[in-house]
């Protein structure tokens, strides 16, 4: 079992800055991804961005530049920047020790296992 506590979400302007943090612990051991979902209200769940266990990081195509994803071993953040209102929506930090390469780019919620209890940012213009 992994626990992911999120934290940092909160509400600001469109072109301010947030950084969002994930904590990670329980049974991890180290080869683990580690990934930020969102979801607006009424839409689905949505990736945002993932790293994985030797840093490897992806990011969904309307965040790239915007955000940044870094994570030390069972810590992770988000640097949100020039956020935007239509980056309002639940943080939601997820964790995947099913992949078996560090390059795997895993996108759907179904091949997370394990989530945090989500953290709310909201973007006002």
Request: aromatic share 10%; glycine share 8%; proline share 1%.
């Amino acid at each position: 079992q992994i626990q992911l506590v999120e934290s940092g979400g909160g509400s600001v302007q469109a072109g301010d800055s947030l950084s969002l943090s994930c904590a990670a612990s329980g049974r991890t051991g180290n080869r683990y991804a580690l990934a930020w979902f969102r979801q607006a209200v009424g839409k689905e769940r949505k990736f945002v961005a993932r790293a994985s266990w030797t840093g490897r990081t992806y990011y969904e195509d309307s965040i790239k530049g915007r955000f940044t994803i870094s994570r030390d071993r069972h810590r992770m953040t988000l640097q949100m920047n020039s956020l935007e209102p239509e980056d309002t929506a639940v943080y939601y930090c997820a964790a995947d020790d099913r992949s078996i390469l560090s390059a795997d780019n895993r996108r759907r919620t179904d091949e997370y296992a394990y989530w945090g209890q989500g953290t709310q940012v909201t973007v006002s213009s």
